[in-house]
């Protein structure tokens, strides 16, 4: 059984940092696309980055230069380190790994960043 188990959010002074983990287990993170979303209520869920199974990553403008997505083969897990927050980036974080050449789709349960001003 496929499992996302996300951790590292918290409440953060705005320009401070926090890393998000994503520990995946019942599914290889270096063989299958990856990413972090993000949902602030009522709102829909947004992409932030995402991470191919070769290692690309790409990411929304809005957090372009302030976040990284980088992954740890050997431990089977996906980070997100995010660096001069804003209040803006206040959502509930999500990780997802797709299966790759399948329609799988899989979430983790998400983890609240809250940035004050």
């Known amino acids: 059984q496929v499992q996302l188990v996300e951790s590292g959010g918290g409440l953060v002074k705005a320009g401070g940092s926090l890393r998000l983990s994503c520990a995946a287990s019942?599914?290889?993170?270096?063989?299958?696309?990856s990413g972090w979303y993000r949902q602030a209520p009522g709102l829909q869920r947004e992409l932030v980055g995402s991470?191919?199974?070769?290692?690309?990553?790409n990411y929304a403008d809005s957090v372009k230069g302030r976040f990284t997505i980088s992954r740890d083969n050997a431990k089977n897990t996906v980070y997100l380190q995010m660096n001069s927050l804003k209040p803006e980036d206040t959502a509930v974080y999500y990780c997802?790994?797709?299966?790759?050449?399948?329609?799988?789709?899989?979430w983790g349960q998400g983890t609240q960043v809250t940035v004050s001003s």
């Open positions: 019942g599914i290889t993170v270096s063989s299958n696309p």
């Open positions: 991470i191919t199974s070769a290692g690309a990553t």
């Open positions: 997802n790994v797709k299966r790759r050449f399948y329609t799988n789709d899989y």
